[in-house]
């Protein structure tokens, strides 16, 4: 056995360079506030509203018990994925290396690398579209500037990307408040229709779309950030506990909500109203002119925010998949800037291609492959792991095919993914009432707790072999 610790080293020459390495101890120093705070903005994005244009026909009062039913649904699974973060301080999919295998998770870790830099590329697309708009300025110019911005700032970290969101929180609230009322005064609105439905709807197809776009997106990346959180002590307080299980899915459909009826109550004036940075104002010149100009210059920083928080988990998940080929390197410090930079032009590459036209489907086929490797990987978490395993555990590579490719937990996620894509045939109905990523979910679980307590539960750890056991010496799960 080899006894080695981890680099304690989490940020070198300003840049975040700790990778997919646990957070040590001293950097673990955010609050459940700040925490919120965070994800708030990293909702927030200038692309938030369109759930709006999605949701449009069902009307205001409809639309909004949707979101909260989308909260409800989605607030156990974001908080224990939270809980995670604080408990075991590295990435979920490092954590997945233990559920599906270190040769399956890394599979998933670069698919979940592209799915990223598609949602990078759709709030790339939408902040380009607001300053290209407001300058009369070649869109694509604003494609590679504002990614080029966004890259930057994740080069830095979680630190100082906390820092942004909580400083610029502000200019963004206020931003939105001033268009939200030059919206509401200067066109006629007619809520009268907007409260009741306007068109047809199912709520499975709302609510699959709310899920897949928000909360259950987002939740098998919180632990990334919720890492830096204050370490879990089974001595803290029931309130303080329940403070950080909530503060992640509650910061992240509070925007999707307010932002949400916002884009509904322009999308009823105005084609495309739904993106209200971009609505022309008859009537406002002079002052009132420039100062809804700043504004939408103010909302374009909620691109930043949530792109952010799309390329610092991206650079996460390509990591958590390459980790083997440059563990033992002496340049590994390098790893994680050189991959932000990389996937961050993969992202306005996908912008410049149009991927915005396809974000119904995006959306769709991402919370198909997601939702099940998030339920799977809570649930062997949550009864197994926290229990019984060290972090040093999870780096370890094993030599034997069953640790690698754990098929006892691919499969199942792979008929949830096979269900939530192409659902039950005639019994497709079903899905009028249910989101269907939700339901493919559930059926994956379902069989992975059989499976589980029928056969894994007792032949995993005997089958543990590795190519070389090390044992780190720096961390335990408490």
Aim: aromatic share 14%; glycine share 8%.
């Amino acid at each position: 056995m080899v006894v080695k610790s981890f680099d304690n080293d989490v940020v070198e020459h300003r840049l975040e360079v700790v990778g997919v390495n646990p957070i040590p101890n001293h950097a673990r120093t955010m609050s459940s506030r700040k925490i919120m705070i965070f994800w708030a903005m990293a909702s927030a994005s200038a692309l938030t509203p369109i759930v709006g244009l999605e949701l449009y026909n069902m009307g205001l009062p409809f639309a909004t018990i949707a979101i909260i039913v989308a909260l409800l649904i989605g607030i156990i699974p974001a908080g224990l994925v939270a809980e995670m973060g604080r408990q075991i301080p590295v990435p979920s999919l490092v954590v997945s290396r233990k559920t599906y295998g270190f040769m399956t998770s890394g599979a998933y870790s670069l698919v979940f690398t592209f799915l990223n830099l598609g949602f990078f590329g759709l709030n790339d697309t939408v902040g380009a579209a607001i300053i290209s708009g407001l300058t009369h300025s070649n869109i694509i110019i604003w494609y590679v500037v504002m990614g080029v911005i966004q890259v930057v700032l994740v080069l830095f970290g979680a630190k100082w990307l906390e820092y942004f969101f909580r400083y610029s929180a502000p200019v963004l609230i206020v931003s939105y408040i001033i268009l939200a009322y030059f919206l509401l005064t200067t066109y006629t609105i007619n809520f009268s229709m907007l409260m009741h439905p306007i068109g047809a709807f199912t709520w499975g197809a709302a609510l699959n779309f709310l899920l897949g776009f928000s909360i259950l997106a987002w939740s098998y990346k919180i632990s990334t950030q919720t890492r830096f959180g204050y370490p879990y002590s089974e001595h803290d307080s029931s309130g303080k506990k329940m403070k950080y299980f909530i503060s992640s899915p509650v910061g992240i459909m509070i925007p999707v909500l307010l932002m949400g009826l916002i884009g509904l109550v322009g999308n009823s004036v105005a084609t495309g109203g739904w993106n209200i940075a971009t609505l022309s104002f008859p009537g406002l010149h002079g002052l009132f002119g420039i100062v809804v100009f700043i504004a939408a210059l103010g909302v374009s920083l909620a691109i930043i925010h949530t792109n952010a928080m799309n390329l610092y988990p991206a650079t996460a998940d390509l990591l958590a998949a390459l980790q083997p080929a440059f563990r033992k390197k002496p340049n590994e410090k390098l790893a994680q800037p050189i991959a932000t930079i990389l996937l961050g032009a993969g992202g306005i590459i996908l912008a410049i291609a149009g991927i915005l036209a396809h974000i119904e489907t995006f959306i769709d086929d991402l919370a198909s492959i997601i939702f099940p490797f998030t339920f799977i990987l809570i649930f062997d978490w949550f009864v197994h792991l926290r229990h019984t395993t060290k972090i040093g555990d999870y780096y370890n590579i094993p030599k034997t095919i069953f640790m690698n490719l754990r098929i006892d937990a691919l499969i199942p996620a792979l008929i949830g993914t096979i269900i939530a894509m192409f659902g039950i045939g005639p019994y497709d109905v079903i899905f009028n009432y249910f989101p269907q990523a939700l339901f493919g979910s559930l059926i994956g679980l379902g069989i992975y707790v059989a499976v589980y307590y029928g056969y894994s539960k007792n032949h995993v750890n005997s089958k543990e072999h590795y190519s070389e056991k090390v044992e780190y010496v720096d961390f335990e799960v408490e």
